[in-house]
């Protein structure tokens, strides 16, 4: 504890005694400070306790001194101290009166007593308490770093929660609660989810205090640009020296658990890429060798492949299928909670399928190829759905700003495979791929190949190239039906509709099977190709479907 009024009152050597303010003595000393002027206001900062002999002062003017110790007060000054047999054989009773009316404390000072000593005593008193609070903070940081090895990121919660009289709760990258100290501090900690959000979307490190029922610092974690995780401290004043040394060395601590080494997490890339190349080669057996137990059971059980593309990759692609971009200053105006990405729309997936399984024990692996993410997630897990909600949460933001002019700079495409199992990898990425190319085609940030499957063809033929075919293929015939001399685009889409059916088709029409007979026997001539050739029914039939789908 710093010293206070009462401490000094207490000191054998100093022999102070109370002459007013006796219920205020508990108020702590920043300093002891001599000064003779009328108004020494001007030079002083709060806290200090203001030596005087009253050498230039009126003390035996009441109205004088009312204004004088009134004045001080007001400045923050804690306690007077009045040295007698100087200037004055005692302390004026204006003075007396004056300091009680106010409630300043009021000490005198013997003669025998210099004011340096009672400046060393403060000085002394303030350097002992830094002393306390520093070895304090040192026994602390040794408690939180044998909590920290021995249990992990919650013991060392809880062992801060102690050192500060509050609670802790460490979030992750995506400001999901991790866990809290005590337990009865969750309900609070969840309550900050927005705050430590916002404090995400500013340059590590950061840091910000929390008002409400309890004081909340609110720290974020990480060595990058990217905070890896926050950690909030709530307690019920603000924090003193030693437990800041605590709080500092908790976030070392928590940081060092929470940021891998770059040599390690690139070495620990590159056995993910070797394990996902020998699974991709039909290797299983030997993928299994080389991971050990890095990925838990991953390898053995049911997985889906996920397969993300940023926008630098598909902006061409993009722009050759016409299809609109939502860029992160678009998604921003919307009122959807989307994860920021920081401009690494990759990176911001990693994050947030790796907190995912991580919160809830499963194994995962992810392994940057160039523009694109690979990641193997076990099937039904928290990882697959966290990024089904990812997806959910885009797609939102995108109807939400779909109005607003957009940039490509943060665009996320994602397909995903059907459940697999090891030896069927390189299945599991084809089809991944395949979701990917139709998620990119029809402007969708994320498409399951189970969809495709499901689903109809028809959506993909909404694709400008077969558009294209598909004017090419009809244009002569849509050419001579412009000269009145027939009806043979309708007439080829009844009788393929019909399976060549003559005399139902002819129905449909309304007219003669013979002249349906007519009709296809032109369209042959004009395309010079036969109707018989399986082929040609079938490109004919698409490229109708084609144009219908386009309103044509």
Not at 85 to 96: D, F, M, R, T
Not at 472 to 484: K, P
């Amino acid at each position: 504890m710093p010293p206070t009024l009462a401490s000094l009152v207490h000191h054998s050597a100093l022999k102070l005694t109370v002459r007013a303010g006796e219920d205020r003595l508990d108020v702590p000393v920043r300093w002891a400070h001599v000064s003779e002027l009328a108004d020494p206001v001007p030079y002083m900062e709060g806290g200090e306790l203001l030596l005087i002999t009253a050498l230039k002062l009126d003390a035996e003017d009441p109205e004088a001194m009312r204004r004088y110790v009134k004045r001080l007060a007001g400045s923050g000054v804690v306690g007077l101290g009045f040295a007698v047999g100087v200037n004055y054989e005692e302390i004026p009773k204006a003075l007396v009166d004056a300091a009680e009316e106010e409630g300043l404390p009021l000490l005198e000072v013997p003669r025998r007593t210099p004011f340096l000593a009672i400046s060393k005593a403060v000085s002394a008193a303030i350097a002992a308490d830094q002393y306390r609070a520093v070895t304090a903070g040192f026994a602390a940081q040794r408690e939180l770093t044998k909590q920290a090895l021995s249990d992990g990121p919650e013991g060392l919660l809880s062992a801060l929660a102690g050192q500060v009289d509050g609670w802790a709760a460490l979030y992750d990258a995506s400001g999901a609660l991790v866990a809290t100290a005590p337990d009865w501090a969750g309900r609070r900690a969840a309550r900050l989810t927005p705050d430590v959000e916002r404090l995400r979307e500013r340059p590590a490190p950061a840091s910000s205090v929390v008002g409400g029922e309890d004081r909340v610092e609110l720290h974020s974690l990480g060595t990058g640009r990217r905070p890896r995780a926050a950690l909030a401290v709530g307690t019920a004043a603000a924090l003193g020296t030693a437990e800041r040394y605590a709080v500092h060395s908790a976030i070392a601590l928590l940081t060092l658990t929470t940021e891998r080494s770059r040599p390690l997490h690139a070495a620990e890339q590159r056995i993910g890429a070797a394990v996902l190349r020998m699974l991709l080669a039909g290797e299983p057996d030997h993928a299994r060798a080389v991971a050990g137990d890095l990925y838990g059971e991953l390898l053995d059980a049911p997985f889906r492949l996920i397969l993300a593309e940023s926008a630098s990759a598909s902006a061409a692609r993009a722009h050759a299928d016409g299809h609109a971009r939502v860029g992160a200053a678009a998604l921003s105006k919307a009122a959807v909670a989307v994860p920021d990405t920081n401009g690494d729309p990759l990176g911001g997936l990693a994050e947030i399928v790796e907190s995912a399984a991580a919160r809830s024990g499963e194994s995962v692996l992810v392994v940057p190829v160039g523009e694109r993410l690979v990641v193997l997630a076990v099937d039904g897990g928290a990882a697959v759905a966290a990024c089904g909600e990812y997806a959910v949460a885009l797609e939102a933001a995108r109807a939400a700003v779909r109005e607003q002019p957009v940039g490509d700079e943060d665009e996320l495409v994602v397909g995903l495979s059907a459940p697999a199992g090891p030896i069927a990898a390189a299945a599991a990425y084809k089809q991944a791929e395949q979701a990917l190319s139709v998620a990119r085609r029809r402007g969708r940030f994320l498409v399951e190949h189970e969809e495709l499957a499901a689903g109809s063809v028809l959506p993909l033929l909404a694709d400008d190239a077969v558009r294209a075919f598909a004017d090419g293929l009809l244009r002569a015939l849509r050419e001579h039906d412009a000269t009145g001399r027939g009806d043979l685009v309708a007439s080829l889409r009844a009788w393929l509709s019909r399976h060549g059916q003559w005399d139902a088709a002819a129905a449909d029409l309304g007219v003669h099977r013979h002249t349906l007979r007519y009709r296809m026997r032109r369209v042959e001539e004009i395309l010079g190709r036969s109707l018989d050739d399986p082929d040609v029914r079938m490109e004919l039939w698409l490229a109708l479907k084609a144009t219908a789908a386009a309103g044509e």
